[in-house]
């Protein structure tokens, strides 16, 4: 095994393949949970940086028509750059309106004939609470019928949501280290029990537990490695094909999200994470087993 010398037959162990087999499908499940953490992470802190500050005004078109509505719209927007809270209010183009539409409703006839609110951009200056109602005042005052929406509630639902699959990741990746160090315990034991005779041969001519416990920690460390390696070799065109779904969906409704360095960081180190637990967990087991002996 890379060239490390071993007095037991590990190589002709029944349970190594089954442990390779299992290291990589439980290292390929914690690389996807890993990208679904960090891919959640980084579309709410786009998401954060695009809604922080802002607010978005409703007119909707009543029984005056369009004009009316313009009009309404002229009046809010004149009363929003006054006020002192407000560091920019602009409307919004009915052709941007269609655009934000198109991804969930096509680019038809339907989009026409719909009744479509007049929007107003506002940016504040201030993100206080008491300006935010201040600002809401003035809108109503303006405008009665004008819908106010504040950015950071639909955030902070969606965030809850974001943290509700960033735990049940997380719990993934415990789950995932949990089965490895009872995989690699079971396994451990099973191959004591196998070469039993041999380990009492090596006791015989003078090794120590300790010696013997290193053979196991040798082979639980490569076995980690090349399972993970394995699994990374998984994880790497589902990747891809995910990547391809997901480049058919419309930005609109699914944003395109760069993963930080530091995820492919934690990626790449997760077969040596597999192989160092399995080589801890092999020489504890074999320590403790051989001392419940004594």
Not at 192 to 217: P, T
Request: net charge neutral; aromatic share 6%; hydrophobic share 55%.
């Amino acid at each position: 095994m890379f060239g490390m010398r071993s007095d037991l037959p590990l190589r002709r162990d029944s349970v190594g393949s089954f442990v390779l087999w299992l290291v990589m499908v439980l290292v390929f499940m914690a690389s996807l949970a890993v990208t679904v953490n960090s891919y959640i992470g980084v579309l709410l802190d786009n998401w954060n940086r695009g809604v922080s500050g802002t607010l978005t005004v409703q007119i909707p078109v009543g029984g005056g028509g369009d004009k009316a509505a313009a009009l309404t719209v002229n009046k809010v927007v004149d009363v929003l750059k006054r006020h002192p809270a407000v560091a920019k209010a602009e409307a919004v183009s009915h052709a941007k309106v269609r655009d934000l539409l198109k991804p969930w409703l096509g680019d038809g006839e339907l989009i026409d004939d719909l009744p479509l609110p007049a929007l107003i951009d506002v940016e504040m200056r201030d993100e206080a609470p008491d300006a935010i109602a201040a600002v809401t005042a003035s809108i109503k005052t303006a405008a009665p019928e004008a819908v106010i929406d504040d950015h950071r509630v639909w955030l902070g639902r969606v965030m809850s949501l974001a943290q509700g699959f960033s735990v049940v990741a997380l719990t993934i990746m415990a789950l995932v280290t949990g089965a490895l160090g009872l995989t690699i315990m079971f396994a451990t034991r099973a191959s004591l029990a196998e070469f039993s005779q041999v380990i009492e041969i090596l006791h015989v001519v003078g090794a120590k537990d300790g010696y013997v416990a290193r053979q196991f920690a040798q082979r639980a460390l490569v076995q980690g490695i090349l399972g993970g390696a394995a699994g990374l070799a998984l994880y790497a065109p589902a990747l891809v094909l995910v990547g391809y779904l997901a480049s058919r969906v419309d930005p609109e409704v699914l944003p395109d999200a760069a993963l930080p360095p530091q995820h492919w960081l934690i990626v790449a180190a997760l077969p040596f994470a597999a192989g160092l637990l399995a080589m801890i967990t092999a020489h504890v087991t074999v320590r403790r087993t051989l001392a419940a002996k004594v």
